[in-house]
C-alpha cells in the first residue's frame, strides 16, 4: 500500500477530511512540546479549523518530541500528514468512525538527538506561541505543592548545560534566554496539561528556573511573556496496531501514525497571548478572562472519576473504561462520586448545569469504541492525585462534608499500588516516584493495622500534603482499604 503524503491525498476515498490550505506556504507560528496522541487529537485539531476558516498561514506547528524518536520516524515519510479518528457507537451499538487527515504539523524534532535545534526553532523568529502537552511528569514539579525541584538530576543537569536540556524547563529558559539577546519578541507559553491553574503553575516553574540562570531573564520573562490557564478535554486513547491497521485499510493508504478519539472536544483558553494567536474558535476553542474555574470543574469531574474508574477498575481486572462502566456497581458509584461529592465543591457557572455535565460525562465513559485502557489512565497517579481527588477531599473536609466516596477512590489507588489485581494479573507500576512509593509501602505494610499502614502511606508529602496528618482522612482511607483487600 501506499504511504500517506501530500501525494497520495488525491486519492483518499470522498468522506475522508483533508487540509484545503496551502500547506507549502504554512510558516511556524507555534512550537509544541510534547507532540504526542493528546495534542495531535486536540490542540491541533482545533488549529487546523482556524487555518480553514481564515487565510493567516502563519501558524503551522513544529513538534517536539522530549523523549522519543517514534512519532518523528513515522511522520517524516509522511510529510507530517496523520489521520485524526473521531469514534462513538451508533444507535446499534456498532462503531462509527469519521477520519480526517490533519496537516498543520510540518515538522518533528527529536530533542535527545538534537537539543540544539529545539533551542534554535523556539528561538526563531517565527515562534509566537510555544505549546505544551508534556503529562503531569513533565513539569519536574513537587505535585502537592506545584514548586519546580530544584533537586531533580535532571533539572540541575539542565541549569549547567544551557546548549544541550533534557527538560521543559530547560528548553524553554535556555531558549527564551536566546530570544531576550537576539532582541526577539516575547512568546505566548501555553500549557495544554491536566494540572490546576496549568499556566500559572508553568509560570512558577519557568520563573523559578530562570532566576538560577539569571534574574535578568527572569524579569523579561515575567515582563514580556505571557502563561495562559487553559481546560482541554478530549478522551484520546493509546493507538493500537488494529486501529493503525484499519484505518490505512479505509483511506487505502497507510498510514503509520493516526490518531483516536471521542467526538466531544472542549478547550477554554484564557486570552493573554503575548505575541498574537490563531482564530482558534472556529475549531470551538472559548476564550475567557479566567479559565481556573472550567480547569478545576473538569479535573475534578472528567479526572477525578476517570481515575476512581481507572484503578477500581483495574484492580476488578477490566482492561477498559467502558467495561468497567458495564458494571452497575461502579457506574452508580462514578454517578454518585460525582453528583454528591464533587459536584457540590464547585462554583455555580455560567452556562455550565452540573446535571447535564454528569450525564454527558457518563456517556462518554461509556463510549465501546474507544477501547480506552484502564491501565494508560492508572499510570502516574503520584502526579495526578493532588489535583484530580485530593483538592476536593481537603474542600469537604474544611466544610466539614463527608469524603466517603472520594476516600474510596484514595483507597483503590493505594490498593493499586500493590501490583497485583483481584484476578492475581500482575501490573507494573509507571510512576516517576514509583520507586519511593514502593519503598513507602513497604514499610508501611510493616506497621500493623490498615490504619497505621494507610497513617503512614499518606504522611508521603510530595503526595498528600498535610492530609496524612487528618484523622477523618485516614480513616476514611483505611476503611475502604480494609475492604478492597478483603475482597481481593
Ligand atoms: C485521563 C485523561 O489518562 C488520564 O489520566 O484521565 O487523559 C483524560 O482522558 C483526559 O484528560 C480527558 O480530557
Redesign the pocket.
Known sequence: MPRLHPDTLPQLPADVAVPRYRRDLLRAGIVHLGVGA?HRA?LAVVNEAALHAGDDLRWGTVGVSLRAADTRDALQPQAGLYTLALRDAAEDGSPREVLQVVGNLVEVLVAPEDPRAVLERIAHPDTRIVGLTITEKGYHHDPATGALRLDDANIVHDLAHPEAPRTMPGFVVHALALRRVRGLAPVTLLSCD?LPANGDTLRGIVLAFAQQVDAGLHDWIDAHCTFPNSM??????RTTDEDRARISARLGVDDAWPVIGEPFL?WVVEDRFANGRPEWTAGGARFVSHAEPFERL?LRM??GS??AL?YLGAMAGFRTVDRAMAEPALRGFVDALMREEIAPTLPAMEGIDLDGYRARLLARFSNPALQ?QTK?????GSQ?LPQ?LLGTVRDRLSAGQSIDRLALAVAAWVHYLRGTDETGAVHEIQDPLAAALAARLAQANASGSVKDRVAFFTGFTPVFGELGGEPRFVSAVARHLQRLEEAA
Open positions: 493528546f486536540h491536566n482541554v478535554d478530549r478522551i484520546v486513547p472542549e473538569k472528567v479526572n476517570h481515575s481507572a480506552h494508560q489512565i492508572a499510570m502516574d495526578k484530580r
